[in-house]
T-cell receptor, first 109, second 110 residues
Framework: EDQVTQSPEALRLQEGESSSLNCSYT??????LFWYRQDPGKGPEFLFTLYSAGEEKEKERLKATLTKKESFLHITAPKPEDSATYLC??????????FGPGTRLSVLP | NAGVTQTPKFQVLKTGQSMTLQCAQDMNHEYMSWYRQDPGMGLRLIHYSVGAGITDQGEVPNGYNVSRSTTEDFPLRLLSAAPSQTSVYFCASSRGLAQFFGPGTRLTVL
């Protein structure tokens, strides 16, 4: 059975304090791994798709990386506006999307 | 483009009532889906559709019906609401792998 776990469950950072969020997955035949950002009361907002081990994607202060078993979302010098819940999801060949429970990030000024 | 729209934003139902959650997209996406989001459990797939006239069950389909008569619309029907269906419901659409989500409907069943 495809599974996605995320750690930590919650993370508090000071503004400018870089860190990483982890997404671990077990899936046969990965088609893609996805990162989303979700603000309170809103729908998830698409950030990145990663397709194969070794791939990296960047957007502003965020960088996503992928290995065969996990993905990291690195946040460099975060700002308070980066506070949100970050969701990871995977899709395997012939299967639907499976989402992790998310990491709740708070960046304090 | 409005993207993915959902109505209503909030709804309170009594046990046993039925209702339809509306979802529409203007991006001409073939794939549409419905998820529910509960604390600590992540998004769980209820039903999905790969095109007009084609629907299938996801992980948690019991108590819900869907139909897809047009590319744009994908309504979700609750047949007889139960307190266990209290949740936030999201509709999504995609072409290719990345999904785009609507703003959600917060449903409370008393």
């Amino acid at each position: 059975e495809d599974q996605v776990t995320q750690s930590p469950e919650a993370l508090r950072l000071q503004e400018g304090e870089s860190s990483s969020l982890n997404c671990s997955y077990t899936v046969s035949g990965l088609r893609g791994l996805f990162w989303y950002r979700q603000d309170p009361g809103k729908g998830p907002e698409f950030l990145f798709t990663l397709y194969s081990a070794g791939e990296e994607k960047e957007k502003e202060r965020l960088k996503a990386t992928l290995t065969k078993k996990e993905s990291f979302l690195h946040i460099t010098a975060p700002k308070p506006e980066d506070s949100a819940t970050y969701l990871c999801a995977v899709q395997a060949a012939g299967q639907n999307f499976v989402f992790g429970p998310g990491t709740r990030l708070s960046v304090l000024p | 483009n409005a993207g993915v729209t959902q109505t209503p934003k909030f709804q309170v139902l009594k046990t046993g009532q039925s209702m339809t959650l509306q979802c529409a997209q203007d991006m001409n996406h073939e794939y549409m889906s419905w998820y529910r989001q509960d604390p600590g459990m992540g998004l769980r797939l209820i039903h999905y559709s790969v095109g007009a006239g084609i629907t299938d069950q996801g992980e948690v389909p019991n108590g819900y019906n869907v139909s897809r008569s047009t590319t744009e619309d994908f309504p979700l029907r609750l047949l007889s609401a139960a307190p266990s269906q209290t949740s936030v419901y999201f509709c999504a659409s995609s072409r290719g792998l990345a999904q785009f989500f609507g703003p959600g409907t917060r449903l409370t069943v008393l």
